[in-house]
Antibody, heavy 125, light 112 residues
């Protein structure tokens, strides 16, 4: 059973750096094809892709946020960490981590099957 | 970035009736591996999105067969054959063919 859980601060001040941790179980990021992504969703709006990391440490970022984002993984702890610098009130959102789709065939496909419950982050002074 | 556009944005449907949501991308989302990575997700208030359909038409594990996906190239459709009360919420299409993955604006399904 695949589960993911986000953790981090609920409130950050403008200009501060946000660090979010995704702790997962039920899969390994050492497995070929595996991956974990981060998606955020401002209140009442559609989700927005932020970053993704593959089993082989290949990384992808949203071009509009790339200069502010860093994604890393710790396979020994089953964790993926997202760092976002220079936070602004417009970054207020629920932040989700999600697992790359694993079909019953054993193949991984692009997209997200399992999502964490989300972490609401408010940016305010 | 690839832009995903959903229609309608709101859909009142009577229980037991069919529902259909369209999603259009502003460029082809056929991947070089031949797959089209278009997903459909369902979200209830206060909950994370839940995967319904991936690769345009493959139902995810545990998803009722009243949900079906179709389409190709730039035009895609999610169909619910008979709407049930638990189907209310917001539906999103998402393309995962290229990075950044991008989402439609969402379609709110409500019971008439």
């Amino acid at each position: 059973q695949i589960t993911l859980k986000e953790s981090g601060p609920t409130l950050v001040k403008p200009t501060q750096t946000l660090t979010l941790t995704c702790t997962f179980s039920g899969f390994s990021l050492k497995t070929r094809g595996a991956g974990v992504g981060w998606v955020r969703q401002p209140p009442g709006k559609a989700p927005e892709f932020l970053a993704f990391i593959y089993w082989d440490d290949d990384k992808r970022y949203s071009p509009s946020l790339k200069s502010r984002l860093t994604i890393t993984k710790d396979t020994s702890k089953n964790q993926v960490v997202l760092v976002m610098t220079n936070m602004d009130p417009v970054d207020t959102a629920t932040y989700y981590c999600a697992h790359r789709i694993l079909a019953s065939s054993g193949w991984h496909f692009n997209g997200f099957d399992y999502w964490g419950q989300g972490a609401l982050v408010t940016v305010s002074s | 970035d690839i832009v995903m556009t959903q229609t309608p944005l709101s859909s009142p449907v009577a229980l037991g009736q069919p529902a259909s949501i369209s999603c259009r991308s502003n460029q082809s989302i056929v991947h070089s591996d031949g797959n089209t990575y278009l997903s459909w997700l369902h979200q209830r208030p206060g909950q994370p999105p839940r995967l319904l359909i991936y690769k345009t038409s493959t139902r995810f594990s545990g998803v009722p067969d009243r949900f079906s996906g179709s389409g190709a190239g730039t035009d895609f459709t999610l169909r619910i054959s008979r709407v049930e009360a638990e189907d209310v919420g917001v539906y999103y299409c998402m393309q995962a063919t290229t990075f950044p993955h991008t989402f439609g604006q969402g379609t709110k399904l409500e019971i008439k």
